[in-house]
Protein backbone atom coordinates (compact mmCIF):
# COMPACT_ATOMS: atom_id res chain seq x y z
CA UNK A 1 0.00 0.00 0.00
CA UNK A 2 1.28 3.50 -0.70
CA UNK A 3 -0.53 7.15 0.61
CA UNK A 4 0.97 9.13 -2.20
CA UNK A 5 0.27 12.47 -0.57
CA UNK A 6 2.52 12.01 2.07
CA UNK A 7 5.12 10.89 -0.41
CA UNK A 8 4.68 14.36 -2.00
CA UNK A 9 5.08 16.26 1.33
CA UNK A 10 7.01 13.77 3.17
CA UNK A 11 8.56 16.34 5.78
CA UNK A 12 5.12 17.28 6.96
CA UNK A 13 4.06 13.08 6.97
CA UNK A 14 7.03 12.23 8.94
CA UNK A 15 5.99 15.34 11.57
CA UNK A 16 2.84 13.54 12.38
CA UNK A 17 4.15 9.98 12.46
CA UNK A 18 7.05 10.69 14.90
CA UNK A 19 4.70 10.07 17.79
CA UNK A 20 3.86 6.67 17.02
CA UNK A 21 7.72 5.78 16.40
CA UNK A 22 8.56 7.41 19.73
CA UNK A 23 6.22 4.99 20.90
CA UNK A 24 8.24 1.94 19.51
CA UNK A 25 11.36 3.41 20.20
CA UNK A 26 10.28 3.80 23.92
CA UNK A 27 9.31 0.07 24.34
CA UNK A 28 12.45 -1.32 22.93
CA UNK A 29 15.28 1.22 24.86
CA UNK A 30 12.84 1.97 28.13
CA UNK A 31 11.14 4.90 29.18
CA UNK A 32 14.47 6.27 30.53
CA UNK A 33 15.56 7.09 27.16
CA UNK A 34 12.33 8.80 25.73
CA UNK A 35 13.81 12.52 26.17
CA UNK A 36 17.11 11.30 24.14
CA UNK A 37 15.23 9.88 21.16
CA UNK A 38 12.74 12.95 21.05
CA UNK A 39 16.03 15.08 20.73
CA UNK A 40 17.88 12.77 18.19
CA UNK A 41 15.44 12.46 16.43
CA UNK A 42 14.29 16.75 16.48
CA UNK A 43 17.59 17.71 15.88
CA UNK A 44 18.07 15.54 12.62
CA UNK A 45 17.40 17.48 8.78
CA UNK A 46 15.39 14.82 6.87
CA UNK A 47 16.04 15.48 3.22
CA UNK A 48 13.53 13.35 1.44
CA UNK A 49 14.75 15.66 -2.08
CA UNK A 50 15.08 13.60 -5.22
CA UNK A 51 16.63 15.31 -8.30
CA UNK A 52 14.06 16.56 -10.87
CA UNK A 53 14.44 13.53 -13.24
CA UNK A 54 13.14 11.31 -10.59
CA UNK A 55 11.14 13.43 -8.97
CA UNK A 56 9.32 14.21 -12.51
CA UNK A 57 9.10 11.02 -13.86
CA UNK A 58 7.26 9.45 -10.20
CA UNK A 59 4.79 12.30 -10.89
CA UNK A 60 4.61 11.10 -14.79
CA UNK A 61 3.28 7.68 -13.17
CA UNK A 62 0.86 8.71 -10.59
CA UNK A 63 -2.11 9.78 -12.41
CA UNK A 64 -3.38 10.47 -9.09
CA UNK A 65 -1.75 13.33 -8.02
CA UNK A 66 -4.22 16.19 -8.90
CA UNK A 67 -2.29 19.23 -7.70
CA UNK A 68 -1.44 21.35 -10.98
CA UNK A 69 0.58 24.26 -8.83
CA UNK A 70 3.00 20.94 -7.73
CA UNK A 71 3.13 19.49 -10.88
CA UNK A 72 4.15 22.87 -12.85
CA UNK A 73 6.80 23.41 -10.24
CA UNK A 74 8.57 19.90 -11.09
CA UNK A 75 8.52 20.62 -14.53
CA UNK A 76 10.01 23.96 -14.59
CA UNK A 77 12.82 22.65 -12.02
CA UNK A 78 13.30 20.03 -14.75
CA UNK A 79 13.79 21.47 -17.23
CA UNK A 80 16.27 23.84 -15.44
CA UNK A 81 17.75 20.73 -14.33
CA UNK A 82 18.34 19.42 -17.75
CA UNK A 83 19.29 22.61 -19.44
CA UNK A 84 22.51 23.05 -16.79
CA UNK A 85 23.04 18.95 -17.03
CA UNK A 86 23.43 19.08 -20.35
CA UNK A 87 25.93 21.85 -20.06
CA UNK A 88 28.26 21.34 -17.46
CA UNK A 89 27.81 17.29 -19.06
CA UNK A 90 29.11 18.55 -22.36
CA UNK A 91 32.50 19.78 -20.38
CA UNK A 92 33.08 16.65 -18.44
CA UNK A 93 32.19 14.62 -21.03
CA UNK A 94 35.17 16.00 -23.51
CA UNK A 95 37.76 15.51 -20.97
CA UNK A 96 36.73 12.30 -20.24
CA UNK A 97 36.41 10.58 -23.68
CA UNK A 98 39.54 12.19 -24.73
CA UNK A 99 41.66 10.50 -22.30
CA UNK A 100 39.31 7.51 -22.88
CA UNK A 101 40.09 7.40 -27.01
CA UNK A 102 43.53 8.06 -25.91
CA UNK A 103 44.21 4.99 -23.78
CA UNK A 104 42.33 2.51 -26.25
CA UNK A 105 44.41 4.32 -29.07
CA UNK A 106 41.48 5.32 -31.21
CA UNK A 107 40.48 8.77 -32.41
CA UNK A 108 38.21 10.53 -30.20
CA UNK A 109 35.76 11.27 -32.85
CA UNK A 110 34.81 7.39 -32.89
CA UNK A 111 33.95 7.45 -29.78
CA UNK A 112 31.30 4.90 -29.71
CA UNK A 113 28.22 3.97 -26.85
CA UNK A 114 29.93 0.35 -27.07
CA UNK A 115 33.34 1.98 -26.07
CA UNK A 116 32.28 3.73 -23.45
CA UNK A 117 30.21 1.14 -21.65
CA UNK A 118 33.68 -1.15 -21.67
CA UNK A 119 34.06 -2.44 -18.20
CA UNK A 120 37.92 -1.80 -18.20
CA UNK A 121 37.25 -1.47 -13.95
CA UNK A 122 37.23 -5.41 -14.14
CA UNK A 123 41.36 -5.20 -14.18
CA UNK A 124 41.75 -2.21 -11.64
CA UNK A 125 44.22 -2.73 -9.21
CA UNK A 126 41.92 -3.58 -6.41
CA UNK A 127 40.67 -6.67 -8.44
CA UNK A 128 43.89 -7.84 -9.55
CA UNK A 129 44.63 -7.42 -5.81
CA UNK A 130 42.15 -9.70 -4.99
CA UNK A 131 43.14 -12.22 -7.52
CA UNK A 132 46.79 -12.45 -6.22
CA UNK A 133 45.26 -12.66 -2.31
CA UNK A 134 45.67 -16.08 -0.86
CA UNK A 135 42.47 -15.28 1.89
CA UNK A 136 40.09 -14.05 -1.01
CA UNK A 137 37.36 -16.12 -0.97
CA UNK A 138 37.45 -18.35 -4.58
CA UNK A 139 33.54 -17.26 -5.18
CA UNK A 140 34.92 -13.29 -5.02
CA UNK A 141 37.64 -14.61 -7.29
CA UNK A 142 35.85 -16.35 -10.10
CA UNK A 143 33.56 -13.14 -10.37
CA UNK A 144 36.45 -10.81 -11.14
CA UNK A 145 37.49 -13.48 -13.69
CA UNK A 146 34.18 -13.89 -15.07
CA UNK A 147 33.97 -10.26 -15.74
CA UNK A 148 37.35 -9.96 -16.90
CA UNK A 149 36.71 -12.62 -20.11
CA UNK A 150 33.48 -10.83 -20.39
CA UNK A 151 35.02 -7.64 -21.04
CA UNK A 152 38.07 -8.81 -23.36
CA UNK A 153 35.56 -10.15 -25.43
CA UNK A 154 33.48 -7.30 -25.55
CA UNK A 155 36.78 -5.15 -26.59
CA UNK A 156 36.82 -7.49 -29.40
CA UNK A 157 33.53 -6.95 -30.64
CA UNK A 158 34.03 -3.11 -30.51
CA UNK A 159 37.72 -4.34 -32.27
CA UNK A 160 40.02 -2.42 -29.75
CA UNK A 161 43.01 -3.76 -27.75
CA UNK A 162 42.02 -4.23 -24.50
CA UNK A 163 43.10 -1.84 -21.79
CA UNK A 164 44.60 -3.91 -18.71
CA UNK A 165 47.00 -1.51 -17.23
CA UNK A 166 46.17 -0.47 -13.78
CA UNK A 167 47.42 2.93 -13.68
CA UNK A 168 45.78 4.08 -16.57
CA UNK A 169 42.67 2.23 -15.52
CA UNK A 170 43.40 4.29 -12.25
CA UNK A 171 43.21 7.29 -14.48
CA UNK A 172 40.10 6.65 -16.34
CA UNK A 173 38.37 5.68 -12.88
CA UNK A 174 39.44 9.05 -10.80
CA UNK A 175 38.52 11.53 -13.65
CA UNK A 176 35.05 9.48 -13.31
CA UNK A 177 34.91 9.77 -9.63
CA UNK A 178 36.02 13.20 -10.03
CA UNK A 179 33.53 14.31 -13.12
CA UNK A 180 30.68 13.13 -10.55
CA UNK A 181 31.45 16.10 -7.69
CA UNK A 182 32.51 18.69 -10.43
CA UNK A 183 28.81 17.59 -11.55
CA UNK A 184 26.96 17.93 -8.40
CA UNK A 185 28.53 20.54 -7.33
CA UNK A 186 27.52 22.84 -11.02
CA UNK A 187 24.16 21.83 -10.40
CA UNK A 188 24.05 22.92 -6.58
CA UNK A 189 25.08 26.08 -8.08
CA UNK A 190 22.92 26.99 -11.24
CA UNK A 191 19.58 25.06 -10.93
CA UNK A 192 16.44 25.45 -8.86
CA UNK A 193 16.79 21.98 -7.48
CA UNK A 194 20.15 23.13 -6.12
CA UNK A 195 19.44 26.40 -4.52
CA UNK A 196 16.88 24.58 -2.60
CA UNK A 197 19.24 21.77 -1.33
CA UNK A 198 21.60 24.76 -0.30
CA UNK A 199 18.89 26.43 1.60
CA UNK A 200 17.46 23.01 3.37
CA UNK A 201 21.29 22.18 4.51
CA UNK A 202 22.31 25.50 5.35
CA UNK A 203 19.06 26.12 7.25
CA UNK A 204 20.31 23.18 9.40
CA UNK A 205 23.84 23.72 9.79
CA UNK A 206 25.30 26.76 8.40
CA UNK A 207 28.72 25.60 8.71
CA UNK A 208 28.29 22.90 6.07
CA UNK A 209 30.30 23.48 3.01
CA UNK A 210 29.12 22.70 -0.42
CA UNK A 211 31.82 19.72 -0.56
CA UNK A 212 29.74 18.18 2.51
CA UNK A 213 26.26 18.36 0.98
CA UNK A 214 28.15 17.01 -2.66
CA UNK A 215 29.45 13.94 -0.35
CA UNK A 216 26.20 13.13 1.42
CA UNK A 217 24.18 13.52 -2.32
CA UNK A 218 26.59 11.25 -4.26
CA UNK A 219 26.28 8.29 -1.77
CA UNK A 220 24.97 5.04 -3.84
CA UNK A 221 22.89 4.09 -1.11
CA UNK A 222 19.16 3.86 -1.35
CA UNK A 223 19.23 5.78 1.79
CA UNK A 224 21.34 6.77 4.06
CA UNK A 225 21.92 8.31 8.32
CA UNK A 226 25.45 11.23 7.66
CA UNK A 227 26.68 12.30 11.46
CA UNK A 228 29.70 15.39 10.63
CA UNK A 229 31.75 15.39 13.23
CA UNK A 230 34.25 17.58 14.48
CA UNK A 231 38.23 17.27 15.30
CA UNK A 232 37.80 15.04 17.84
CA UNK A 233 35.39 12.48 16.20
CA UNK A 234 32.12 14.02 18.16
CA UNK A 235 29.12 13.98 16.24
CA UNK A 236 27.92 17.52 15.88
CA UNK A 237 24.71 17.31 13.19
CA UNK A 238 22.33 14.54 11.98
CA UNK A 239 21.40 14.53 8.20
CA UNK A 240 19.33 11.76 6.90
CA UNK A 241 19.52 11.92 3.17
CA UNK A 242 16.33 9.20 1.84
CA UNK A 243 15.17 10.29 -1.87
CA UNK A 244 11.78 9.32 -1.70
CA UNK A 245 10.29 9.60 -5.22
CA UNK A 246 13.37 8.30 -6.37
CA UNK A 247 13.05 4.57 -3.83
CA UNK A 248 9.38 4.89 -4.67
CA UNK A 249 8.80 2.35 -7.18
CA UNK A 250 10.48 -0.33 -4.27
CA UNK A 251 7.40 0.30 -2.85
CA UNK A 252 8.34 -0.67 0.83
CA UNK A 253 9.84 3.52 1.94
CA UNK A 254 8.92 2.88 5.69
CA UNK A 255 10.87 -0.28 5.94
CA UNK A 256 13.81 0.60 4.43
CA UNK A 257 13.50 4.25 6.59
CA UNK A 258 13.09 2.80 9.99
CA UNK A 259 16.87 1.36 9.27
CA UNK A 260 18.24 4.84 8.84
CA UNK A 261 16.03 6.21 11.67
CA UNK A 262 17.23 3.95 14.19
CA UNK A 263 20.72 4.57 13.22
CA UNK A 264 19.54 8.09 14.42
CA UNK A 265 18.28 7.69 17.63
CA UNK A 266 21.51 5.81 18.58
CA UNK A 267 23.43 8.28 17.76
CA UNK A 268 25.93 9.75 20.41
CA UNK A 269 28.68 11.54 20.20
CA UNK A 270 31.07 8.73 19.94
CA UNK A 271 28.95 6.19 18.84
CA UNK A 272 26.05 5.10 16.37
CA UNK A 273 24.86 2.36 17.85
CA UNK A 274 27.64 -0.35 18.97
CA UNK A 275 29.97 1.24 16.21
CA UNK A 276 32.15 3.86 17.00
CA UNK A 277 32.45 7.09 14.25
CA UNK A 278 36.69 6.83 15.07
CA UNK A 279 37.56 3.47 13.81
CA UNK A 280 34.40 1.86 12.34
CA UNK A 281 35.29 -1.34 14.44
CA UNK A 282 31.87 -2.93 14.48
CA UNK A 283 29.83 -1.75 11.44
CA UNK A 284 28.31 -4.74 10.38
CA UNK A 285 27.86 -6.53 13.19
CA UNK A 286 25.79 -2.70 14.30
CA UNK A 287 23.88 -2.82 10.38
CA UNK A 288 22.70 -6.17 11.07
CA UNK A 289 21.25 -5.84 14.33
CA UNK A 290 19.32 -2.74 13.01
CA UNK A 291 18.22 -4.32 9.74
CA UNK A 292 16.39 -6.74 12.75
CA UNK A 293 15.28 -3.81 13.99
CA UNK A 294 13.67 -2.01 10.66
CA UNK A 295 11.89 -5.15 10.03
CA UNK A 296 10.69 -5.40 13.90
CA UNK A 297 9.38 -2.16 13.23
CA UNK A 298 7.93 -2.72 9.77
CA UNK A 299 5.71 -5.77 11.12
CA UNK A 300 4.56 -3.40 14.37
CA UNK A 301 3.45 -0.13 12.39
CA UNK A 302 2.07 -2.59 9.35
CA UNK A 303 -1.04 -0.69 10.12
CA UNK A 304 -0.39 2.50 10.05
CA UNK A 305 1.51 3.47 6.77
CA UNK A 306 3.97 6.32 6.78
CA UNK A 307 4.65 6.00 2.42
CA UNK A 308 4.67 2.35 1.74
CA UNK A 309 4.83 -0.65 3.62
CA UNK A 310 4.50 -3.55 0.75
CA UNK A 311 6.86 -6.28 1.15
CA UNK A 312 9.88 -6.86 -0.30
CA UNK A 313 13.68 -8.61 0.82
CA UNK A 314 16.02 -6.29 2.62
CA UNK A 315 18.57 -7.75 0.42
CA UNK A 316 17.25 -5.95 -2.67
CA UNK A 317 18.81 -2.98 -1.14
CA UNK A 318 21.38 -3.56 1.01
CA UNK A 319 22.38 -7.13 1.50
CA UNK A 320 22.26 -7.49 5.12
CA UNK A 321 19.33 -10.04 5.10
CA UNK A 322 21.28 -12.50 3.56
CA UNK A 323 23.71 -12.82 6.29
CA UNK A 324 21.17 -13.46 8.99
CA UNK A 325 21.67 -17.46 8.42
CA UNK A 326 25.13 -17.12 9.69
CA UNK A 327 23.92 -14.81 13.13
CA UNK A 328 21.67 -17.86 14.52
CA UNK A 329 19.42 -16.14 17.32
CA UNK A 330 23.05 -14.19 18.69
CA UNK A 331 20.67 -10.36 18.01
CA UNK A 332 17.29 -11.79 19.47
CA UNK A 333 19.11 -13.63 22.50
CA UNK A 334 21.14 -10.33 23.47
CA UNK A 335 18.45 -7.70 22.44
CA UNK A 336 18.20 -5.92 25.60
CA UNK A 337 22.25 -5.44 26.11
CA UNK A 338 22.43 -4.66 22.78
CA UNK A 339 20.00 -2.04 22.82
CA UNK A 340 21.48 -0.31 26.05
CA UNK A 341 25.03 -0.20 24.37
CA UNK A 342 24.14 1.11 21.86
CA UNK A 343 22.47 4.20 23.04
CA UNK A 344 24.65 4.96 25.48
CA UNK A 345 27.67 3.92 23.07
CA UNK A 346 29.85 1.95 25.84
CA UNK A 347 31.96 0.02 22.89
CA UNK A 348 34.26 -0.63 26.31
CA UNK A 349 32.00 -2.65 28.16
CA UNK A 350 30.75 -4.65 25.21
CA UNK A 351 34.07 -5.50 24.21
CA UNK A 352 34.75 -6.98 28.38
CA UNK A 353 31.04 -8.45 28.09
CA UNK A 354 31.27 -10.62 24.51
CA UNK A 355 35.32 -10.63 24.41
CA UNK A 356 37.15 -8.02 22.39
CA UNK A 357 38.99 -11.06 20.25
CA UNK A 358 35.36 -12.52 19.82
CA UNK A 359 34.31 -9.55 18.76
CA UNK A 360 36.74 -8.82 16.39
CA UNK A 361 36.81 -12.49 14.89
CA UNK A 362 32.83 -12.44 14.32
CA UNK A 363 33.43 -9.19 12.40
CA UNK A 364 36.27 -9.87 10.23
CA UNK A 365 33.99 -12.81 9.63
CA UNK A 366 30.97 -10.69 8.31
CA UNK A 367 32.95 -8.71 6.59
CA UNK A 368 34.23 -11.64 4.42
CA UNK A 369 31.29 -13.07 3.56
CA UNK A 370 29.30 -10.65 2.79
CA UNK A 371 31.81 -10.02 0.20
CA UNK A 372 31.35 -13.07 -1.01
CA UNK A 373 27.39 -13.00 -1.27
CA UNK A 374 27.86 -9.61 -2.97
CA UNK A 375 29.83 -10.73 -5.34
CA UNK A 376 28.00 -13.71 -6.32
CA UNK A 377 25.14 -13.66 -8.59
CA UNK A 378 23.59 -17.16 -7.50
CA UNK A 379 22.21 -18.34 -4.47
CA UNK A 380 25.27 -18.76 -2.43
CA UNK A 381 24.96 -21.60 0.98
CA UNK A 382 28.35 -23.12 2.42
CA UNK A 383 28.45 -25.75 5.71
CA UNK A 384 31.30 -24.71 6.04
CA UNK A 385 31.19 -21.04 6.54
CA UNK A 386 27.84 -21.66 8.51
CA UNK A 387 29.88 -23.81 10.92
CA UNK A 388 32.39 -21.28 11.13
CA UNK A 389 29.67 -18.47 12.21
CA UNK A 390 27.98 -21.36 14.72
CA UNK A 391 31.29 -21.31 16.74
CA UNK A 392 32.20 -17.59 16.42
CA UNK A 393 28.56 -16.60 18.21
CA UNK A 394 28.85 -19.10 20.72
CA UNK A 395 32.57 -18.03 21.71
CA UNK A 396 30.65 -14.87 21.88
CA UNK A 397 28.00 -16.23 24.39
CA UNK A 398 30.13 -18.19 26.06
CA UNK A 399 31.93 -14.95 27.25
CA UNK A 400 29.19 -13.55 29.08
CA UNK A 401 28.75 -16.57 31.18
CA UNK A 402 32.41 -16.10 32.23
CA UNK A 403 32.41 -12.67 33.64
Same mark, same amino acid.
Given at each position: ?43 ? &? ?131 ? #? ?49 ? &? ?53 ? &? ?116 ? &? #?
Amino acid at each position: MTNIDNILYPEEALDDYKRKLLEVYIEDYGEEYKDVIKERMDNT &LYLFDSNPKDTLRFILNNDSIRDLDYVEQAENSYFNYKKALKKINKKLNRDYYGKLAYYFNINPIFIREDIMNLDYSSYNLSNMSKLADDNIDEKIKEEIIKRQEDYIDACHKAKVEPLIDTVQINSLERIKD #LNEVKRMMYLLKHTIWGSEMVRKFKSYDREITLEEMVEILLQKEVGAANFK &LDDNYKARTSIVYYPIMKNAHLKCLDRMFFHENRHVIEAGKDNVGINLHHGNKYQ &LINEIRTEKHAIEDAQELKKSILWSNDELPSYAYNGYEKLFPYTYSFFEDNKEILDDVAMYGDVDFLEDYYGKINLENYERFLQETSQVLANNRYNYKSREKEEEAYQLVRSLNRNKF &L #L
